[in-house]
């Protein structure tokens, strides 16, 4: 990488190019660039963003799928910018929510159902691990921008007030359980889970949503869970319904 001309916040100019050059790696770029000038371009974007009133904080992981989701190819710098500046202004409302939390609004205050409890945990835990599977020490930014996305549309389809916790919106669904009653919409949704990184999580959430909103088509679960290798159900199992 080339050398930055920032001399006032070397450290901060290092962690933006450091910032950018992960973000090279997750969106298409125009032509062919030799590293040198891949590595000049990033140090100029980063001598920009620099002279931004973005705070060293904006960089983060969060920033970089967010930007990276609405972009497919290397965006110029006022997209960027721009970018940068709309998910950081997100960042900021959901942090003073948290220190000075609003009047509840309906259903705000009301206890999550286990389902969704189970979604929350699924969320956390792999908030905290980065999106990164297991033992997994190195993992591709475009994959565990992957995972983030495909987990949140999973608790936004079946965990809308899981949802609505983690994002300050309103799921489209609020949870009338109708994907639960679909038994060609659940067999879909447990096969796609054959090969999913979370697959054992993402099972036992959602055998607590059928449990509770379609409980006739527990065995289907059952039966994915079985075939995970995972411990069975301690209760006893209820009969399938038949078509």
Request: aromatic share 6%; proline share 6%; with cysteine.
């Amino acid at each position: 990488m080339s050398e930055l001309i920032a001399t006032d916040r070397p450290q901060a100019a290092k962690a933006i190019a450091t910032w950018l050059t992960r973000l090279a790696r997750m969106v298409r770029h125009q032509g062919q660039m030799t590293p040198q000038e891949r590595g000049a371009m990033v140090a100029e974007y980063a001598e920009m963003l620099l002279r931004t009133d973005l705070p060293d904080a904006a960089f983060n992981f969060d920033a970089l799928h967010y930007v990276a989701e609405g972009c497919e190819w290397w965006p110029a710098f006022s997209v960027l910018a721009s970018k940068l500046q709309e998910h950081w202004a997100i960042k900021r409302v959901q942090m003073e929510n948290r220190q000075h939390p609003r009047i509840a609004g309906p259903g705000d205050s009301a206890p999550l159902s286990p389902s969704d409890e189970n979604w929350m945990r699924f969320w956390r835990r792999n908030e905290d691990m980065g999106w990164t599977q297991g033992d997994e020490k190195i993992a591709d930014e475009r994959a565990k921008v992957a995972r983030k996305r495909n987990g949140l549309s999973m608790i936004r389809r079946y965990a809308p007030d899981a949802y609505q916790r983690i994002t300050g919106k309103l799921a489209e669904d609020r949870g009338t359980g109708h994907d639960w009653h679909d038994t060609r919409q659940l067999t879909s949704t447990l096969r796609a889970l054959r090969d999913h990184p979370f697959k054992a999580v993402m099972l036992r959430a959602i055998q607590a949503a059928v449990k509770n909103r379609a409980p006739e088509h527990l065995g289907l679960v059952q039966d994915a869970i079985a075939s995970a290798g995972m411990a069975a159900n301690p209760e006893p199992p209820r009969q399938r319904a038949t078509a």
